[in-house]
């Protein structure tokens, strides 16, 4: 068939247009929902550093996206109110943090007792148990927290889950000696089901290795209905497990940014 010029011509200039604002659509829309995501964690951190950080506290800096926010929050309240907080980092990045906030750095070998621990996670049940460690950091979070009066988490709305596994599909981390990463893999697939795989670098060959020079397990699709205190008891006592991303009965209470801009908690 002989489709005039004029035409055709036209129909590409309808076609073109309509795929370019359509993708200018995506894009915007891409972006709209990344703000709210960000302006959503933002909310949390600062929410939480307003109503559990007093002059004089130690503070542990978790690690991750949402806590950025809460090291900002905690640097804007010492120049604007003056007050003296302490800080002990939970990773390389929170280290990082600290220093070019210009907070001061402490440890756990001269501050043994903090007052209380900020972190984030990647979900979080109606029990206020917690998967961290997506982002290759749990051992050290689960010391410097375990020293804390209080473990406060902060979210975006997007962490909440009923159960353990529902939303966050990346699956539970386990940080391993580096020798056992096969022994475990098989052993955990054998008694627990679901699927474990060692979590691999992006920009470097080879796995992932965490500040204490260990290997990370990731176990997917593993039944969310299981205990997870019997769970994580039992895998703490496996020769070659350093630790695993379960905080269990840890978290005082969490914070979530909202959509809307509110802050839901729950205790
Ligand atoms: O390994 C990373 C930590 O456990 C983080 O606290 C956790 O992954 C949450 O990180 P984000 O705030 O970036 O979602």
Redesign the pocket.
């Known amino acids: 068939m002989n489709i005039p010029a004029k035409i055709l011509k036209a129909n590409l200039f309808t076609n073109f247009r309509s795929n370019y604002f359509s993708t200018k659509y995506y894009y915007l829309s891409i972006a709209r929902d990344k703000m709210s995501l960000e302006e959503a964690?933002k909310l949390a951190a600062y929410r939480a550093v307003d109503e559990h950080v007093e002059s004089g506290y130690t503070v542990g800096i978790?690690?991750?996206?949402?806590?950025?926010y809460a090291v900002d929050r905690l640097a804007q309240r010492v120049t604007e109110e003056n007050i003296k907080v302490k800080c002990v980092p939970?990773?390389f990045q929170a280290r990082q943090l600290i220093i070019n906030h210009k907070l001061a750095l402490t440890d756990l070998e001269i501050s043994p007792h903090l007052n209380v621990c900020i972190?984030?996670?990647?979900e979080v049940d109606s029990n206020l148990n917690?998967?961290?460690?997506?982002?290759?950091?749990?051992l050290q979070?689960k010391i410097v927290a375990s020293c804390a009066e209080q473990l406060i988490i902060?979210?975006?709305y997007t962490?909440h889950s009923c159960l353990l596994g529902e939303q966050y599909k990346k699956g539970i981390?386990i940080e391993v000696s580096p020798l056992a990463y096969v022994p475990i893999k098989l052993k955990l697939e054998k008694k627990y089901k679901g699927d474990v795989a060692l979590r691999m670098a992006v920009n470097k060959a080879g796995p992932v290795v965490t500040d204490n020079g260990n290997f990370i397990l990731d176990w997917k699709d593993f039944d969310q209905s299981l205990n997870w205190k019997t769970v994580n008891d039992d895998l703490v006592s496996w020769p070659g497990i350093v630790d695993t991303?379960l905080f269990i009965g840890m978290a005082s209470k969490a914070y979530f940014g909202l959509k809307d801009g509110s802050v839901k908690t729950q205790s």
């Open positions: 964690k978790g690690s991750g996206s949402t806590v950025i939970t990773s972190d984030g996670a990647d917690l998967i961290k460690g997506g982002g290759g950091c749990l979070e902060i979210a975006d962490k981390p991303g």
